[in-house]
C-alpha cells in the first residue's frame, strides 16, 4: 500500500510520540512507525514498572553533550511542568521520591495509554510491526517497509539508541544520520555499571548485593548516592551517574564515608590501635562486611598520627579503575549520537536535509539519572512536532 501523510515519525518510543501528539494537534497528517508489536517498550520497564516520566529540578546541567548548550532551547520550551500537567489531564496518580524524581502511583502502561490516547486525538496514526528497510529523499522522503511505501515531507527519527538490544535497540538512526551526511558522535553505553578487574573483583564482588552511601567522581563531577556491589561489579545509582562520563582506563574516586571522620577514635591517646579498632570505626559508616573487607585490603601502614591520615585520606578518595561496564545490554541508555551542531536547538531539524528531524535518544544529549531522559524525550519531541 501507498501512505501519503505530512510528517512520518520513526519510533514510537517517549519522544516519537510527543512528536506525534504535537504535529498532529496542528492539522499535520502523521504516522508514527514503530518496528516492534508494540509502543513504549522503554517506558513500560522504566522506574521499575512505574516509569520515572519527569524530574522536578530539570537544569541543562543535568545533560551530557558536546554542546552543553543545545539542549537549553527546548527544555525551556517544554518543562517539566507541562508533562506534569498532562499526567494530571489524565488523572494518573503519582508521587516524589527522592531528589525530585516523580514516578506513576501505578504501572508505566498508564503513561503509554495516555499518550496513545493523545495520539488518537490529535489524528496521529500509529502503525506497529513496520520494518523499515529504505529511505531515501525525493520530493519529500520516501520510506519502503515490505510492500508498503510511506511518503511525506517531514521525516522525524526518534530510534532511540543502542542500550537494552533484547527489546529491540538498534542503531537505524545513527545509519540514517549518516546517510543524509550528518556527522555521528561515537555512541557510547550510559548509566551503566562498572566490571572489575581480576583483582578487585575477587577482593569484593562476593559482597554482591552490599549497598553503601558514597561520593563517586571523576574530575569536577561527582554524585552522593547508594553503590551496590554486584557479583561483576559495581552499580547503584551513584555508579550509574559517574559511568557517564567515565572513559576506559580512568580512575573513578569513591568517598566510602562522605562528611565522616573514620579515625578520631583512634587518635585518642587512650583508644587501642590495631586492626580490630580500625574495623570497630569504620562499621560505624559503612556495612559490616564491606568495612571488614576494606581494611583487609587497605590496611593501615602503622598507627601514627601520619598513618592515620593516609587511612582517612584512602577512606574518602578510593581510587577504582573498572575493567570495563556491562554494555548496552545493561545501560539504561546511550550517549553520543547525532551532532547537536548538525541540528536546530530550537526545531531539531536538520542543517543540512530541510525536513529531516532528529529527537530524544539519538541525539548527542543524554540526562542524568532520574528523569531527565525522558524530559529530553518529551521536549525535544515537543519541539520538532510544532515545526514538522
Not at 208 to 214: C, H, I, L, R, Y
Request: proline share 4%.
Amino acid at each position: 500500500m501507498k501512505f501519503q501523510l505530512d510528517v512520518i515519525v520513526l519510533g514510537g518510543g517517549a519522544a516519537g510520540l510527543m512528536c506525534a501528539v504535537e504535529a498532529g494537534r496542528r492539522g499535520r497528517r502523521v504516522a508514527v512507525l514503530e518496528r516492534a508489536e508494540r509502543i513504549g517498550k522503554k517506558i513500560l520497564i522504566s522506574g521499575g514498572g512505574r516509569c520515572n516520566f519527569t524530574n522536578l529540578h530539570c537544569r541543562p546541567e543535568n545533560f551530557i553533550s558536546a554542546n552543553p548548550h543545545f539542549a537549553k532551547s527546548a527544555l525551556a520550551r517544554y518543562t517539566p511542568a507541562d508533562f506534569i500537567a498532562l499526567v494530571e489531564k489524565h488523572g494518573i496518580a503519582y508521587h516524589e521520591k527522592t531528589l525530585g524524581q516523580l514516578f506513576c502511583d501505578g504501572p508505566a502502561q498508564q503513561i503509554v495509554t495516555m499518550l496513545e490516547a493523545e495520539c488518537r486525538a490529535a489524528g496521529a496514526r500509529i502503525q506497529t510491526n513496520v520494518n523499515v528497510e529504505q529511505v531515501s529523499k525525493e520530493d519529500g522522503f520516501l520510506l519502503r517497509a515490505g510492500d508498503d511505501e510511506f511518503h511525506a515531507e517531514s521525516l522525524v527519527v526518534a530510534t532511540g539508541g543502542l542500550s537494552i538490544p533484547r527489546m529491540g535497540a538498534t542503531g537505524f538512526g545513527y545509519d540514517l544520520g549518516r546517510q543524509f551526511g550528518l556527522k555521528i558522535i561515537e555512541p557510547r553505553p550510559a548509566l551503566v555499571p562498572f566490571t572489575l578487574n581480576k583483582d578487585d573483583a575477587a577482593h569484593f564482588c562476593d559482597l554482591a548485593g552490599v549497598s553503601a552511601e558514597v561520593i563517586a567522581s571523576i574530575a569536577a563531577q561527582s554524585f552522593r548516592e547508594k553503590m551496590l556491589i554486584t557479583h561483576r561489579g559495581l552499580s547503584g545509582p551513584a555508579v550509574l551517574q559517574i559511568s557517564s562520563y567515565w572513559k576506559p582506563g580512568q580512575a573513578v574516586s569513591l568517598d566510602l564515608a562522605p562528611e565522616r571522620d573514620l579515625t578520631a577514635e583512634l587518635r585518642d591517646p587512650k583508644a587501642r590501635r590495631d586492626l580490630a579498632s580500625a574495623k570497630t570505626a569504620l562499621r560505624a559508616a559503612l556495612p559490616t562486611r564491606l568495612a571488614e573487607r576494606w581494611l583487609d585490603v587497605n590496611p593501615p601502614q602503622g598507627w601514627s598520627n601520619h598513618a592515620l591520615d593516609e587511612l582517612e585520606r584512602l577512606a574518602h578518595n578510593w581510587q577504582i579503575i573498572p575493567a570495563g561496564t556491562e554494555g548496552y545490554a545493561k545501560a539504561e541508555v546511550t550517549a553520543g549520537g547525532v551532532d547537536t551542531n548538525e541540528l536546530s536547538a530550537k526545531t531539531m531539524e536538520s542543517r543540512k536535509v530541510p525536513g529531516l528531524y532528529f529527537i530524544g535518544e539519538v541525539v548527542d544529549v543524554t540526562g542524568h539519572l532520574g528523569g531527565f531522559n525522558f524530559q529530553w524525550a518529551w521536549a525535544s519531541g515537543f519541539s520538532a512536532g510544532q515545526a514538522a
